[in-house]
């Protein structure tokens, strides 16, 4: 009844740029912090960027200066723009919402720690 839908992954050369958006679906009545989490082969899924409802907004180190989250709280929707992309930052990106608010048939439901599909990005040196 709720889905997070990643788009905009793909393959590009060291140095160039993509654009990740996330967007919600179903009958949402609110999300509080939406982010960015990226998981490589072999390793453990790790934080890339998080926003709130009031635009507060968390980077990792590796990322700051090169990708910037933002968010659409009319559409539900957060993006990651990233800019001067590393072989490093090769990985599956993976959109999350930590608590959101949904009608469920007559009824408030609420999903924590809520999940999209993914997305591969893929940077070639």
């Known amino acids: 009844q709720v889905q997070l839908v990643e788009s905009g992954g793909g393959l590009v050369q060291a140095g160039g740029s993509l654009r990740l958006s996330c967007a919600a679906s179903?009958?949402?009545?609110?999300?509080?912090?939406m982010g960015w989490y990226r998981q490589a082969p072999g390793k453990q899924r790790e934080l890339v960027a998080t926003?709130?409802?009031?635009?507060?907004?968390n980077y990792a180190g590796s990322v700051k200066g090169r990708f910037t989250i933002s968010r659409d709280n009319t559409k539900k929707t957060v993006y990651l723009q990233m800019n001067s992309l590393k072989p490093e930052d090769t990985a599956v990106y993976y959109c999350?919402?930590?608590?959101?608010?949904?009608?469920?048939?007559?009824?408030?439901?609420?999903?924590?720690?809520?999940w999209g599909q993914g997305t591969q990005v893929t940077v070639s040196s």
């Open positions: 926003i709130t409802s009031d635009g507060s907004i």
């Open positions: 999350n919402a930590d608590h959101i608010t949904y009608y469920s048939g007559t009824y408030y439901r609420e999903e924590y720690d809520f």
């Open positions: 179903g009958r949402i009545l609110s999300i509080n912090a």
